[in-house]
């Protein structure tokens, strides 16, 4: 609940600007209300509007992505680019190919980006892109006409020191080389313009198990602050894609377990735990064959499988017991019926892998019960370092080795939970990591802002 006046005001101003765009206000929202400790103690912000501009893209691009499918049809989609703000460096944020995609989505992805990419500690500003193009059952050839015609008109805004893409859902390896191919056949200039490349020309090694590894070790850094660690902690996870995976394999390398998995169609409950021979299968599974998850409940005895029919008010994935939970798909999949599963079933560490995968009132509740909860845009932003990481790497014209970025990933992230941690208790509510993460991330941007003027 927003109580001053200031923070109220901004929030209205935004409700009637955008009416119809409720991803958005929900996570300006979220950031507003914790906010509010470090607006009392800086009137400097108040003057200089920095809320008020903070919340107002500094570019919304938007353009018409026409292509031909295989048997002759032609598809039209919308194309985006939400450039969020670049008071700390060149605009980053991932691309993301869904038909849920619209403007809402992207404008809380690119805000919550702002403050993400200001905690990793490198320079790098705010932005989220994307289409509403569904890259499933389409051909590699259908994909590659796609990516070539997305190109052709985001190519005008994007370039190494203004805006780097990167991949999100629907944005994997087979859609980034295809888009950085039509890049630099464009531009006939060979730069780090993408991150998430292929090995071979520019990406970096860790870059697909970032963010999965890194919500794994800002969980570890919580656990420590209880005096523990993974070894014997149940978890669940949602999801099934590159960031799930690298969460179990994380995970059970450092002796905890993981009993659920999930996609678009339901989830999987495996009491015995995800081993690494299991998550090979996943891998498989989903990478290369493309399949869907209840066939791993039909290979595997003592699987339970729940269709996302079976119980319309709540996700069944979170109605077991368990000590850790990771959510790592979508955003508002954890709804506040979830969030109370959640801590019914002994859940006391919640680290987001996704985006803003809890809804408001389920991180409410979370906060009121004084558990170990990491917000998305502290938990997860191992994925966007590992980027800045290929950026660095890029622009020197380097490769570093798999334990040199692991290693520097690791630092990534016990910096970012020192900070959040830090900013908690500066603020008043030591380990409250919403407050910690956005007051830490804000007060970077805001003073750079103040210090280059009115823009």
């Known amino acids: 609940m927003l109580k001053l006046p200031e923070t109220i005001k901004v929030f209205e101003d935004v409700k009637k600007r955008d009416p119809q765009q409720p ?56 194309g985006f680019r939400i450039q969020g703000n670049s008071a700390i460096g060149p605009y980053k944020g991932g691309c993301r190919f869904h038909p849920s995609v619209n403007l809402s989505i992207l404008k809380f992805l690119a805000f919550e980006q702002i403050f993400k990419n200001s905690l990793t ?79 071979a020309y520019g990406g970096s090694l860790i870059r697909p198990e970032a963010t999965g590894y890194g919500s794994v070790y800002f969980a570890a850094e919580m656990l420590k602050t209880r005096g523990e660690t993974f070894e014997g902690k149940t978890c669940l996870v949602s999801g099934s894609g590159n960031v799930a995976q690298y969460t179990v394999e994380k995970i059970t390398e450092l002796g905890g377990k993981v009993v659920t998995l999930s996609d678009s169609d339901g989830c999987i409950y495996d009491p015995a735990g995800i081993d690494a021979g299991k998550l090979a299968f996943v891998m498989d599974l989903k990478n290369v064959r493309r399949g869907r998850i209840s066939e791993y409940a039909e290979k595997y005895q003592g699987v339970t ?70 917000p998305g845009k502290a938990a997860n932003a191992g994925g966007v370092a590992t980027s800045g990481l290929e950026m660095a790497q890029n622009a020197y014209f380097s490769n570093w080795s798999r334990e040199e970025v692991d290693r520097r990933l690791h630092e990534i992230m016990i910096s970012i939970h020192a900070r959040a941690l830090a900013a908690s208790e500066t603020y008043g509510d030591k380990g409250n990591y919403v407050l910690g993460a956005n007051a830490a991330g804000f007060v970077k941007v805001a003073d750079s802002m103040l210090a280059q003027g009115i823009w």
């Open 23 to 78: 991803e958005f206000h929900q996570a300006v929202v979220e950031v507003l209300e914790s906010l509010e400790p470090v607006i009392q103690r800086r009137p400097d912000y108040v003057k200089g509007r920095i809320l008020e501009r903070i919340v107002e893209p500094e570019r919304v691009i938007t353009f018409r992505v026409a292509y031909e499918r295989d048997n002759g049809d032609i598809d039209v989609h919308r």
């Open 121 to 199: 500690g490198v320079p790098m500003g705010g932005a989220k892109g994307g289409a509403d193009f569904d890259p499933k059952g389409k051909s590699d050839r259908e994909v590659e006409r796609f990516c070539k015609a997305f190109m052709t008109e985001l190519f005008r805004y994007i370039g190494p020191n203004t805006d780097v893409p990167a991949g999100d859902i629907g944005v994997g390896g087979r859609e980034i080389g295809f888009l950085f191919g039509t890049w630099k056949k464009i531009t006939a200039n060979w730069s780090g313009v993408l991150t998430g490349k292929g090995l």
């Open 305 to 374: 499988y729940t269709p996302v029919t079976a119980n319309p008010d709540h996700n069944q994935l979170w109605d077991y017991k368990a000590h850790c939970a990771f959510p790592s798909a979508t955003q508002n999949e954890i709804n506040l019926k979830d969030a109370a599963n959640l801590l019914k079933n002994g859940v006391y560490l919640v680290s987001e892998g996704a985006n803003m995968p809890t809804c408001i009132e389920g991180v409410e509740l979370f906060l009121k019960n004084k558990i170990l909860y990491g």
